[in-house]
Antibody, heavy 120, light 113 residues
């Protein structure tokens, strides 16, 4: 059964880069032909789609974050990653990785979440 | 971006009673060529990631109890819990995946009366 395990720092200083990874287990990220996404949730608020990536490396980003965002796939480690640069307090949120079977699809499987706080 | 608006924001229902949550999208999410609504419902319990309940507006995810059902088409959708159980206390979110960026409703908090 496919599972997602998140890792990364929970505290980032303003203006620095937030980095998170999501390890895929139970299937190969290369062979499964799924889409791998990131969603975030500010404290006490709703969900915001950040972006998604296909195993081939094709990326789809939220327009509001596109200028600061990089999502990548590392097939050798069976994981995908999120980098968000020039962070501010507004980027403080729970960050989730998740899987979609198609780009235009619901998110079937979710990681456990990583709380990231932007603070000096 | 498509705006998703849920109602009510919070809801208190007695155990065993019916609960209904509505979601309205600012644009049509029904794709004509395949007649599918690109729409889903999720349940989020405290401290947990969201869990997919319903996709394509009315298809129940594997393992989801049949007391959960989804209905609606186009711009207006409803999640119904036919007989509320204690473990259904959660926040429920709707989600459109018709266009990028995919967007979510603000959430509806469901509690026991």
């Amino acid at each position: 059964q496919l599972q997602l395990q998140q890792s990364g720092r929970g505290l980032v200083k303003p203006s620095e880069t937030l980095s998170l990874s999501c390890i895929v287990s139970g299937d190969s990220i290369y062979n499964s032909a799924y889409y791998w996404g990131w969603i975030r949730q500010p404290p006490g608020k709703g969900l915001e789609w950040i972006g998604s990536i296909f195993y081939s490396g094709s990326t789809y980003y939220s327009p509001s974050l596109k200028s600061r965002l990089t999502i990548s796939v590392d097939t050798s480690k069976n994981q995908f990653s999120l980098r968000l640069s020039s962070v501010t307090a507004a980027d403080t949120a729970m960050y989730f990785c998740a899987m979609q079977q198609q780009l235009y699809d619901a998110f079937d499987i979710w990681g456990q979440g990583t709380m990231v706080t932007v603070s000096s | 971006d498509i705006v998703m608006t849920q109602s009510p924001d919070s809801l208190a229902v007695s155990l065993g009673e019916r609960a209904a949550i509505n979601c309205k999208s600012s644009q049509n999410v029904l794709y004509g060529p395949n007649n599918k609504n690109y729409f889903a419902w999720y349940q989020q319990r405290p401290g947990q990631p969201p869990k997919l309940l319903i996709y394509w507006a009315s298809t129940r995810e594997s393992g989801v109890p049949d007391r959960f059902s989804g209905s609606g088409s186009g711009t207006d959708f409803t999640l119904t819990i036919s007989s509320l159980q204690a473990e259904d206390v959660a926040i429920y979110y709707c989600h459109q995946y018709y266009s990028i960026p995919g967007t979510f409703g603000q959430g509806t908090r469901l509690e026991i009366k």
